[in-house]
């Protein structure tokens, strides 16, 4: 068996779905589409929340017949005449990772990380879940099979709890885990992860007698329907088999991973770094694209610029790709030495970047490095502000440092100016004021003496800053986002809009209003408020 990957998070928790109780009428008859369609989702007013519900969790067929898909970005239900619907935070979920849907008494329970949400019919409600937090890698699947708990771990297959537990070798299979089970009469189906499905008889181990799309190697989940077979994937969304035909039975538009990183706008397109599935955009008539390797140089893109007209992407293996709005190029920062590159920002003349023990600048014809300069040396380098004739560059462990562009005299800013951490996080200028947003030491900002500290975020960590347009400054944390309007009163945007609480990672100040990237949404807040001038 090979490293463990895409581990169902609910299957820790207890028995999943796949189906309601047992002895339930059968679902009723009802369309079956032929082709996929494609689900658009409209901007509202104020805040607007995006997800990726590609990567499936579990799937749940109702006695009622509706069917339900769990993703990590909220739950879709299909109704009884076959129609579709996507429910979010905004529609009233508690949180969008969904662990496990099941039927309980004819009601549709969802469970969250501590929490359940239960559906009425028309609305969800939430509720304090009682269940346990799962334990890593303990279950990685769960059902009942001829009246007994079965679950599988990382190695095993074990059926029954307790004293009457039998454990059961894992196929010869090159998958890596067992993903999902479901129950098919005197056979227990396993998806191994990354290969096939397998059976059981209850002795002996054969391959399952259905064959996966040619495509699909990523199963999470797996579902009956009557006579159709439903299937969960990691990044491929859901699937159904009707006969010997596999098809999608919708397409979303919708990005396509919304853990975000970093934001950058360019040519009226948004563009997002995930955390481990490369870029997204969304384009400027509402859709989304997708970029990943091999047209990058990785999918774990991070920092991004403009400049020249052009925008580049630096990834967390050092390398920098370049687009021009029409075509990427690779790896784009040669003939320097020490070419792996820790940050990128740039202004209207030179593009700069940080390596190892220093940084370099480029006129778009030449590079100038600065590379031998000892106390650089052997230092994280995690952001860079060009600002006129200074360049400011944030280290992890020694504070900011800045430099006079002409005459190269460096100067230190830490705890002894009044910084409050020497982790430099984010820079960013608003109203002719320097800020700097920093580890464990919330926001301070520069008098021109000395840095002051913001009391409301004392000892948080700030993940990103965006200028707001108007002098304000927009500050992004694990607590969500605070706005310092340009005569310094400060305001929490959760206390006026609920659907921004929570940590958040990446900002983007846009045309279309303010992009807030979290660990499991892109958001947009939309009003008269931030809209730009």
């Known amino acids: 068996m090979r490293a463990m990957h895409g581990i169902s998070a609910f299957a820790a928790i207890g028995i999943m779905s796949g189906g309601c109780a047992k002895n339930v009428p059968a679902p009723v008859s009802m369309p079956i589409l032929s082709k996929p369609i494609t689900l658009k989702q409209t901007v509202s007013k104020p ?41 979010t935070r905004q529609d009233g979920l508690p949180s969008h990772e969904t662990r496990a849907l099941h039927c309980k008494n004819g009601t549709i329970v969802a469970t969250f990380p501590r929490k359940e949400a239960i559906w009425n019919g028309a609305k969800w409600s939430g509720q304090k879940s009682d269940l346990p ?115 999608q039975p919708f397409l979303s538009d919708e990005p396509f991973n919304h853990n975000a990183q970093f934001m950058a706008w360019f040519r009226g397109t948004l563009f997002v770094s995930t955390l481990e599935d490369g870029l997204v955009a969304r384009t400027p008539q509402g859709g989304w694209q997708h970029f990943a390797a091999p047209t990058l140089s990785s999918n774990i893109p991070r920092q991004m610029t403009v400049f020249r007209d052009k925008l580049y992407v630096r990834h967390s293996n050092g390398r920098v790709d370049r687009f021009d709005g029409v075509a990427w190029e690779r790896n784009v920062i040669t003939g320097i030495s020490r070419p792996d590159v820790s940050s990128i920002a740039a202004d209207s003349s030179h593009l700069f970047i940080t390596q190892w023990g220093g940084w370099s600048e480029s006129d778009g014809a030449n590079w100038k490095q600065n590379l031998n300069i000892p106390e650089l040396q052997a230092l994280p380098l995690t ?13 992890q462990g020694r504070g900011l440092l800045e430099v006079p562009r002409l005459t190269g005299k460096r100067r230190w800013h ?73 005569n310094g009163k400060m305001r929490w945007l959760a206390s006026q809009f609920p659907l921004l609480k929570g940590e958040t990672q990446a900002l983007c100040m846009t045309p279309e209003g303010l992009w807030i990237g979290t660990r499991t949404a892109l958001m947009l807040w939309k009003n008269e408020e931030n809209a730009k001038p």
């Not at 227990?188 to 499905?197: K, P, Q, S, T």
């Not at 004739?389 to 280290?395: A, E, H, S």
Request: hydrophobic letters at 40%; glycine letters at 12%; proline letters at 5%.
């Open 47 to 87: 805040v607007t929340i995006f997800t990726a519900a590609n990567s499936v969790t579990c799937l749940l067929s109702a006695p009622d017949g509706t069917f339900w898909v769990g993703t990590q970005g909220g739950i879709w239900r299909r109704d009884a005449q076959g129609q579709w619907q996507k429910f």
């Open 383 to 395: 952001c860079l502000l060009p600002d006129g004739k200074t360049l400011w560059i944030g280290t």
């Open 133 to 247: 937090e799962p334990q890593e890698v303990k279950r990685t699947a769960a059902t009942v099979w001829q009246g007994k708990i079965c679950y599988a771990t990382p190695a095993e297959l074990v059926l029954g709890e307790g004293t009457e537990a039998r454990k059961i070798a894992l196929p010869p299979s090159p998958g890596t885990h067992v993903s999902a089970l479901l129950p098919q009469g005197d056979k227990l189906w396993a998806m191994l992860f990354g290969d096939r499905l397998w059976a059981f008889d209850g002795t002996n181990w054969t391959p399952a007698s259905i064959e996966l799309p040619p495509q699909i190697h990523d199963v999470t989940a797996l579902a009956m329907e009557g006579q159709t077979l439903w299937i969960g994937t990691r990044q491929n969304g859901v699937w159904k088999r009707d006969g010997e035909q596999w098809t």
């Open 414 to 486: 830490d705890e002894r100016g009044g910084l409050s951490d020497d982790w430099i996080t984010c820079l960013a200028k608003a109203n002719g004021t320097l800020y700097a947003g920093t580890f464990v030491g919330g926001l301070a900002r520069y008098d021109g003496k000395r840095w002051r500290q913001t009391p409301e975020l004392a000892g948080q960590n700030v993940t990103a800053l965006a200028a707001d347009g108007k002098g304000g400054l927009l500050i992004s944390t694990r607590q969500g986002v605070w706005k310092r309007n340009r």
